[in-house]
């Protein structure tokens, strides 16, 4: 169900976003079929204004994609990928993001690496719609248990069980979050408290935690 709803969002938000842009495209082009014989100049600006909305429709299906399955991922590991989210992060103008790992974290496997890159990409979705916060810090950790991310901002506060239980919320993607962590003998929880913020922190085992190295 947690898919379900992740693949119903980015359909929606596709369909919105590319859509739209397609349909700009689509109009540039018609104004060109018009202005092509008559006036070059006009022509000239057509196709420069054509070519932004390309380039901005590729920039879209690259960021969805990414959301999807992010190939630098498998190609260059955990921390290069978070980093690029960080930087390309929608909605995040106004907030610091301040980003620490220790390099033993890439010795994880390529399920716990996506598993920690999904919560961390949710938790930071949340900060950037939603908290209204200037200020996040996304950590990971090694513990004597395993591993450890938390990500903590100094926005708004919100009623966490609350928003767990309810039927109606679409409830921040929390319970995925939740179940990815859980579903690997982890464990996961989310602390809220007005004026001080949100931390969402996630645990997983590491059964050769002697290898990965602070």
Do not use: C, W
């Not at 429709?57 to 190609?75: I, N, Q």
């Not at 949710?122 to 990971?140: D, F, K, P």
């Not at 919100?158 to 179940?179: A, D, N, Q």
């Amino acid at each position: 169900m947690a898919q379900e709803e992740e693949r119903k969002e980015i359909s929606r938000e596709l369909h919105d976003e590319v859509g739209q842009i397609l349909v700009g495209i689509n109009v540039r082009l018609a104004a060109l079929k018009e202005t092509g014989v008559t006036n070059k100049r006009e022509l000239q600006r057509n196709i420069t204004r054509t070519q932004r909305l390309v380039e901005k429709s590729v920039k879209v299906v690259h960021r969805y994609a990414r959301k999807l399955r992010p190939t630098m991922l498998d190609d260059l590991g955990l921390i290069p990928t978070l980093r690029s989210f960080i930087k390309d992060l929608p909605g995040s103008k106004g907030l610091r993001i301040h980003f620490t790992a220790f390099p033993g974290i890439e010795a994880l496997d390529n399920n716990q690496r996506t598993m920690l890159y999904r919560v961390a990409q949710e938790a930071l979705t949340n900060v950037a719609r939603h908290a209204h916060a200037q200020i996040a810090i996304v950590r990971i950790q090694k513990t004597p248990e395993g591993i450890r991310l938390e990500v903590k901002d100094d926005g708004k506060s919100f009623p966490v069980e609350r928003i767990l239980t309810s039927r109606t919320h679409k409830r921040l993607g929390l319970l995925g979050m939740r179940e990815r962590i859980e579903m690997a003998g982890g464990k996961f929880t989310v602390t809220s408290v007005p004026g001080k913020g949100t931390t969402v922190r996630a645990e997983i085992p590491f059964k050769s935690t002697a290898s990965v190295k602070p």
